[in-house]
């Protein structure tokens, strides 16, 4: 998850549907947004009951393996985008076109509504997308007097964290694409930068809000319109490829090109990674059924059920 979300196009959350464990992301967080909650209107003794519900292990391995990936891969990722940016793009490509075709069996009915969901989905991405040509900060977007510097107000850091960090768990755009879109992406790089304590406070601020609200609506949607949920998601997916498309320049740009130059390898790669997440896909579910299948047994050879069957 955390490399995915280095890449423009790709989100965590499109990693989350894959590997089978989006529901259960989003059903921490959203315990997670409760027990926040509780604790700041002093409901203690509710706060408590929601801490109980949070995997805190898993919640906090999966943290940990984001981080990590982001420290120790994001100048690897960077630098491959930039030195091969065609070939970089068709491998993502690939991965993103197999997580399509994996996460639309999610789906437990299709149908006509379904179909026209992920349809709107889809288009309307790509529209979006194709609003702005480049996916990084101009580099002249900052006037040579501020240079470097943080131009706006507290207010625009604290909407952009609570909007991009919808990226985190939303499948199909990164939450630096959006930052990107939004013209803030060059902003939060200075507050950085500066240590400018009041802008990354109401980045945070933001992104704590905007999490803690998109989750827990994203959870109710997902219970009681899964199939819909699921379908547009499908379908923010296939949008996304329009940033992943290899050609002209990888994911550097929104514009599409026809195929040239470098063909064969890009077009391999692409084909791999389609192949690898079906395969992990495939290993997964595997392992799942074994599982099941060896919990009735265990059940069966347990002394109550040995009592039972006397």
């Keep these: 998850m955390g490399t995915a979300d280095i890449v423009p196009g790709i989100s965590g959350g499109t990693v989350a549907l894959v590997t089978g464990i989006y529901e ?50 994001s100048s690897v990722i960077t630098t491959l985008l930039e030195e091969q940016p065609v070939r970089t793009a068709a491998v993502f490509f690939g991965l993103v076109t197999g997580a399509v075709w994996i996460t639309k069996d999610r789906v437990r009915a ?43 107000p507290l207010w625009a850091f604290f909407a952009a964290g609570a909007i991009a960090i919808c990226a985190m768990i939303l499948p199909g755009i990164s939450g630096s694409l959006i930052l990107v879109m939004l013209g803030m992406y060059s902003e939060v790089l200075a507050a950085i930068t500066e240590r400018n ?30 199939d819909r949920v699921i379908a547009a998601m499908v379908g923010l ?9 290899p050609w002209p320049q990888g994911t550097a740009t929104t514009t599409l090109g026809a195929p040239s130059g470098d ?8 084909v791999s990674g389609i192949a690898l997440v079906i395969l992990v896909e495939r290993t997964a579910h595997s392992a799942t059924s074994a599982a099941n299948r060896e919990m009735p047994s265990t059940r069966s050879s347990s002394p109550r059920a040995k009592e039972n069957r006397a």
Excluded: Y
């Design 24 to 73: 259960r992301l989003i059903a921490n967080i959203t315990a997670g947004a409760q027990l926040l909650k509780f604790l700041l209107t002093g409901r203690f003794g509710n706060a408590a009951r929601s801490a109980r519900k949070i995997e805190w292990v898993w919640l906090i391995s999966l943290l940990l393996g984001v981080l990590l990936a982001i420290a120790v891969l």
């Design 110 to 152: 299709w149908g006509v509504e379904q179909a026209a969901i992920m349809a709107a989905a889809g288009i309307g991405l790509f529209l979006l997308l194709g609003l702005r040509t480049a996916t990084a900060a101009d580099d002249g977007a900052v006037s040579s007097p501020t240079e470097g510097l943080v131009t706006q």
């Design 197 to 226: 304590l009041g802008a990354l406070v109401a980045t945070a601020l933001g992104c704590v809000l905007g999490l803690a609200i998109f989750s827990t609506a994203l959870n109710w949607m997902l219970t009681r319109h899964h």
């Design 237 to 245: 997916m296939l949008g996304s490829l329009r940033v992943l498309w």
């Design 263 to 270: 063909l064969g390898v890009p077009i391999l790669l692409a």
